[in-house]
């Protein structure tokens, strides 16, 4: 495979993966599937991230995306644990 092939696979795989955080996290749904509005919600985390508060609003989310990731796997292994 050549190489642009190789980087355009990872680069859409990226954004693939991307796209289903937002659809895990319910975004989609609370918003009605309005790209306006998910674009615009996505715009306020830029401006946050970038003001005084930025590195500590991305401390806390990361520590709660951490946490529910986390809970998400212990989840997944008891369902397997038990045969779900």
Request: positive net charge.
């Amino acid at each position: 495979m050549r190489d642009w092939q190789v980087q355009r696979r990872e680069r859409t795989k990226h954004l693939i993966e991307l796209g289903g955080l937002v659809v895990k996290a319910g975004i989609v749904e609370l918003v009605d599937d309005d790209r306006a509005a998910l674009y615009g919600a996505l715009l306020w985390m830029a401006d946050m991230l970038r003001s005084e508060d930025g590195v500590h609003a991305r401390v806390l989310w990361k520590r709660r995306g951490k946490r529910t990731f986390e809970g998400e796997q212990l989840e997944a292994k008891e369902d397997r644990a038990i045969g779900r």
